[in-house]
């Protein structure tokens, strides 16, 4: 069974699953004191996870420098000391944030900031290069984005970074991105058995871009942890409060609309004794073999259970059909 992907055209071989970051951040408070991190974390038990990650075969780590203002890519750095030729580090830039008081500042697309802010990452993470750095300004124009082209080529040439990519979710952006200089190499998207974007799939099979799947078990939504009797996310989590891009919750609570299709799917993904949430990750590493889910983990214990997957593989084409006809069954229903 391949456990491995290839990192679009940079040629960066990296696990099938990889580890996202965001979560062992900690906290990060905006201007208004909402809060855009996952609450509290143990340092201790976020670097146990890291290591236990690395054991099970994950070599890709998906981190950035806004994440608990810098804390996830400290954390990160301790985890890796005398490790880091076992990982492939992906960072990103564009948002700014305040490391002593755990403000996000807002955001900066200018090339010097990404100059500016790839050595504060490299500061943090211990290391003298990343190996793909992500521009994580999601809605930024395309304009705005080719601007940064030949100063992320000027890096690559410079041994600062391997490869380069944007988070973003709209395919005509990522196309003009992706087609400025040879050295992008993904796409970092939202996508899950929830939330597909084929065109934006489509696009990185056509340009030879790898898909990192941010967002591969909905926010927890696809881990069976939330929903009705279950747990509820704290009042320093994002999900607490649910921001206008996080349409899996509603302060707190799973949306119903959404919780009744994990449902009416769960059978599915769990039929050859998989858990909800390796289903979810089996059904994304069979939707594109171009796709590396990064889900978060805080546990040792959720470390196990995602990256178990990678022993599992896709799911298999009977169960995966099964899924899609259930999703083209609920796509059709008419609104309740």
Known sequence: ??????????????????????????????ANGEPFGWGEVDDDESIRTIHRALDLGVTLF?????????????????????????????????????????????????????????????????????DLYQL????????????????LEDLVSQGKIRAYGWSTDFPDAARAFATAGPHCAAIQLDESVLADNAPLLGLCEELDLASLCRGPLAMGLLTGKYGPGGVRPGADDVRGVTPEWLHWFDNGVPA??????????????????????????????????RIVPIPGCRTVAQAEENFGTLALGPLD??????????LTELRAAPAA
């Open 317 to 326: 084409p009977d169960a995966y059909a099964e899924v899609e006809r259930l």
């Open 256 to 289: 119903p609309e959404w919780t009744d299709r994990v449902e009416r799917i769960r059978r599915a993904l769990t039929a050859d004794g998989r858990t909800l949430a390796q289903g979810a990750l089996g059904w994304l590493l069979a939707r594109s073999p």
């Open 62 to 130: 998906d981190t950035s420098s806004n994440y608990g203002a810098g804390h996830s890519e400290r954390v990160l750095g301790r985890a890796l000391a005398g490790r880091r030729d076992r990982a492939v580090i992906a960072t990103k830039f564009g948002n700014r944030s305040d490391e002593a008081t755990r403000r996000a500042l807002g955001s900066d697309p200018s090339p010097a900031y990404a100059v500016a802010s790839l050595e504060e990452s490299l500061r943090r993470l211990g290391t003298d290069h990343v």
């Open 136 to 151: 994580h300004l999601g809605v930024l124009p395309a304009s705005a984005a080719l601007d940064l082209v030949d100063t």
């Open 1 to 30: 069974m391949t456990t491995t992907r290839t990192l679009g055209r940079s040629g960066i071989e990296v696990s099938a699953i990889g580890m996202g970051c965001w979560a062992i951040g900690g906290p990060l408070w905006g």
